[in-house]
């Protein structure tokens, strides 16, 4: 009987040792500082549009919390870093490609506004700590949106996305009040000498470290101050500034990642991902994208609207795929008006907010009619 005890005992001692020792074996890697590594970066050149010079003139700042040991992590990508537009490889190439800092855009011009929407991507959403739950996954993605109204050159609503819920944000005098969605607050914007002013066209946006999630400078859960003079803290010390790049600037990953500007290139969803998703060559397992649900108005019907990346790593219950996909915008993450945000936002605006003023319905070259495959 003792001697049973004592075998029960040493058991239990065994599996226990050995889930410690894993488990602190899994986390090893994030006691090492993370470091830029020495492979040349393999993303294909950007790809520009008609309008990709109404996204500079309002191209957004970024202000990204950072993590002083991983915050290699936190550094926005192009999604093909690693040289292809396959998502489950990503985490494992993240540590021998060079990042490119990458804002990917898509704009729609209404006959009175302009909606750009832009994703930032990282190959990883990542922690300090797992145990071995959907604490962490290969490839994140996040949104957000800018609305312009034409006639008088201001942004009028900033949409951001954090883990599948968003945020609106306005002013008074904007024509956009709260009905069946709420708009949170206001926002902030800055002028083209990076000083806060009303009528500045870049939207200031905060990303979390770790997790991503992007919200106005202005929201409670931003942990970035911009000041009236332009300067700029984090509530933890750490984070970069990413801005547009200048004309003739090279764009590559930073050294260091606690602190500085770090310049960003833009490129078009509408003539980079679009092609491929209207030709079924963007989703489904060992490809970008993944988890389709369909999207269809009166105005588009799109047979698959990504909702995440395509991943591999283990990530929880709900599967690997996470991260989400540029093409998944709305106020929620739902069967049947997910991407409605993203292919029709003027009709998806005024359903859900109250919008008083000039307001079309009617797109300027509309991009995503050519969906003939996707029609039933
Ligand atoms: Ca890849
Ligand atoms: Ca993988
Ligand atoms: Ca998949």
Same mark, same amino acid.
């Given at each position: 009987?003792?001697?049973? %005890?004592?075998?029960?005992?040493?058991?239990?001692?065994?599996?226990?040792? @050995?889930?410690?020792?894993?488990? /602190?074996?899994?986390?090893?890697?994030?006691?090492?500082?993370?470091?830029?590594?020495?492979?040349?970066?393999?993303?294909?050149? @950007?790809?520009?549009?008609?309008?990709?010079?109404?996204?500079?003139?309002?191209?957004?700042?970024?202000?990204?919390?950072?993590?002083?040991?991983?915050?290699?992590?936190?550094? /926005?990508?192009?999604?093909?870093?690693?040289?292809?537009?396959?998502?489950?490889?990503?985490?494992?190439?993240?540590? %021998?490609?060079?990042?490119?800092? +990458?804002?990917?855009?898509?704009?729609?011009? !209404?006959?009175?506004?302009?909606?750009?929407?832009?994703?930032?991507?990282?190959?990883?959403?990542?922690?300090?700590? $797992?145990?071995?739950?959907?604490? !962490?996954?290969?490839?994140?993605?996040?949104?957000?949106?800018?609305? @312009?109204?034409?006639?008088?050159?201001?942004?009028?609503?900033?949409? +951001?996305?954090?883990?599948?819920?968003?945020?609106?944000?306005?002013?008074?005098?904007?024509?956009?009040?709260?009905?069946? $969605? %709420?708009?949170?607050?206001?926002?902030? $914007?800055?002028?083209?000498?990076?000083?806060?002013?009303?009528?500045? !066209?870049?939207?200031?946006?905060?990303?979390?470290?770790?997790?991503?999630?992007?919200?106005?400078?202005?929201?409670?859960?931003?942990?970035?101050?911009?000041?009236?003079?332009?300067?700029?803290?984090?509530?933890?010390?750490?984070?970069?500034?990413?801005?547009? &790049?200048?004309?003739?600037?090279?764009?590559?990953?930073?050294?260091? +990642?606690?602190?500085?500007?770090?310049?960003?290139?833009?490129?078009?969803?509408?003539?980079?991902?679009?092609?491929?998703?209207?030709?079924?060559?963007?989703?489904?397992?060992?490809?970008?994208?993944?988890?389709?649900?369909?999207?269809?108005?009166?105005?588009?019907?799109?047979?698959?609207?990504?909702?995440?990346?395509?991943?591999?790593?283990?990530?929880?219950?709900?599967?690997?795929?996470?991260?989400?996909?540029?093409?998944?915008?709305?106020?929620?993450?739902?069967?049947? !008006?997910?991407? &409605?945000?993203?292919?029709?936002?003027?009709?998806?605006?005024?359903?859900?907010?109250?919008? $008083?003023?000039?307001?079309?319905?009617?797109?300027?070259?509309?991009?995503?009619?050519?969906?003939?495959?996707?029609?039933?």
């Amino acid at each position: 009987m003792k001697n049973r %005890r004592k075998r029960s005992l040493l058991y239990f001692a065994g599996v226990a040792s @050995v889930l410690i020792v894993s488990l /602190i074996a899994s986390n090893a890697h994030h006691l090492a500082r993370v470091r830029k590594p020495v492979i040349p970066n393999r993303g294909a050149n @950007v790809a520009r549009e008609p309008l990709t010079p109404i996204v500079e003139q309002y191209a957004p700042l970024i202000y990204a919390a950072t993590e002083r040991c991983g915050g290699r992590q936190d550094i /926005i990508s192009n999604n093909d870093f690693d040289g292809d537009l396959t998502g489950n490889n990503n985490w494992e190439n993240f540590d %021998r490609y060079e990042l490119k800092p +990458t804002v990917y855009y898509a704009i729609l011009e !209404t006959e009175t506004h302009y909606f750009i929407s832009y994703h930032l991507f990282h190959p990883r959403d990542w922690n300090h700590f $797992t145990v071995w739950l959907n604490d !962490t996954h290969e490839n994140d993605g996040e949104n957000f949106q800018v609305v @312009v109204r034409k006639n008088d050159g201001r942004v009028v609503l900033l949409w +951001t996305q954090a883990h599948y819920r968003s945020r609106v944000y306005s002013f008074a005098g904007s024509g956009i009040e709260s009905a069946a $969605t %709420r708009v949170t607050g206001n926002f902030q $914007t800055v002028d083209s000498n990076g000083l806060p002013s009303e009528s500045g !066209t870049h939207a200031c946006v905060f990303v979390e470290s770790q997790g991503h999630g992007i919200y106005g400078t202005l929201d409670s859960s931003s942990e970035v101050r911009v000041n009236a003079d332009g300067s700029y803290r984090f509530k933890s010390g750490s984070g970069l500034l990413f801005r547009p &790049a200048r004309a003739g600037e090279e764009v590559k990953e930073p050294a260091i +990642t606690s602190s500085g500007e770090v310049a960003y290139q833009l490129d078009s969803i509408t003539m980079k991902l679009w092609p491929l998703l209207r030709d079924g060559k963007l989703t489904g397992d060992g490809k970008l994208l993944d988890g389709s649900y369909r999207y269809r108005d009166e105005l588009v019907d799109i047979k698959e609207v990504p909702r995440f990346y395509d991943a591999n790593r283990f990530s929880g219950p709900l599967r690997s795929d996470r991260g989400i996909s540029p093409f998944a915008l709305d106020f929620s993450f739902k069967r049947g !008006t997910l991407g &409605a945000l993203f292919f029709n936002p003027a009709k998806r605006y005024a359903e859900r907010l109250k919008i $008083t003023g000039s307001w079309s319905r009617k797109y300027v070259a509309y991009p995503f009619v050519d969906v003939a495959i996707f029609g039933s």
